[in-house]
T-cell receptor, first 113, second 113 residues
Framework: QKEVEQDPGPLSVPEGAIVSLNCTYS??????FMWYRQYSRKGPELLMY????GNKEDGRFTAQVDKSSKYISLFIRDSQPSDSATYLC?????????????FGKGTKLSVIP | DGGITQSPKYLFRKEGQNVTLSCEQN?????MYWYRQDPGQGLRLIYY???????QKGDIAEGYSVSREKKESFPLTVTSAQKNPTAFYLC????????????FGEGSRLTVL
């Protein structure tokens, strides 16, 4: 079993829809959980950053971490065509291991006007 | 504006040649990283450096070399020993104390002819 599993999609939704993106993981030592957005031929940019379990909201984006289920989610409300990108989950343990993020393979999202 | 600059954006090389990718940051970050991205593979860590004059191998270091002589610079050399070097290479940096919030460059696409 891979350490981080992420459905690659592609996922296509109409403008205004609520989008749910998910990752599962197997390493119980992971403490930091991130979501990155990557536009085509560009470097990823950090969207959301969460330490340990819980929810975090930033505008139209909500990140959830459920450590008991080893499951993280990113919700996008009122999706826009500009949200069309690949979304990568990433996670790491704390301490010295925090320098080595493990990434999911990414989910490609298209928001159709 | 602070950020990470990678050059060149596109690079072609013949088999058997070494090539060096440049990465410069002006974010005053101590830690720097090199990742490789292949279609459907996600990001894989090649090397990382927590501080000047020190660096560690990541998951796929074979066939690559790095140096960290200055805080701002972390060049990556793709040697002829790398069996499948065609890929998208991403440089990133972060503050010390954890790798979660990575800031990425725009990437360098290397094609071996």
């Amino acid at each position: 079993q891979k350490e981080v599993e992420q459905d690659p999609g592609p996922l296509s939704v109409p403008e205004g829809a609520i989008v749910s993106l998910n990752c599962t993981y197997s390493n119980s030592a992971f403490q930091y959980f991130m979501w990155y957005r990557q536009y085509s031929r560009k470097g990823p940019e950090l969207l959301m950053y969460t330490y340990s379990s819980g929810n975090k909201e930033d505008g139209r984006f909500t990140a959830q971490v459920d450590k008991s289920s080893k499951y993280i989610s990113l919700f996008i409300r009122d999706s826009q065509p500009s949200d069309s990108a690949t979304y990568l989950c990433a996670m790491s343990p704390s301490g010295a291991g925090s320098y080595q993020l493990t990434f999911g393979k990414g989910t490609k999202l298209s928001v159709i006007p | 504006d602070g950020g990470i600059t990678q050059s060149p954006k596109y690079l072609f090389r013949k088999e058997g040649q070494n090539v060096t990718l440049s990465c410069e940051q002006n974010l005053n970050h101590d830690a720097m990283y090199w990742y490789r991205q292949d279609p459907g593979q996600g990001l894989r860590l090649i090397y990382y450096s927590q501080i000047v004059n020190d660096f560690q191998k990541g998951d796929i270091a074979e066939g690559y070399s790095v140096s960290r002589e200055k805080k701002e610079s972390f060049p990556l050399t793709v040697t002829s020993a790398q069996k499948n070097p065609t890929a998208f290479y991403l440089c990133a940096s972060s503050r010390t104390g954890g790798a979660g919030e990575l800031f990425f460059g725009e990437g360098s696409r290397l094609t071996v002819l």
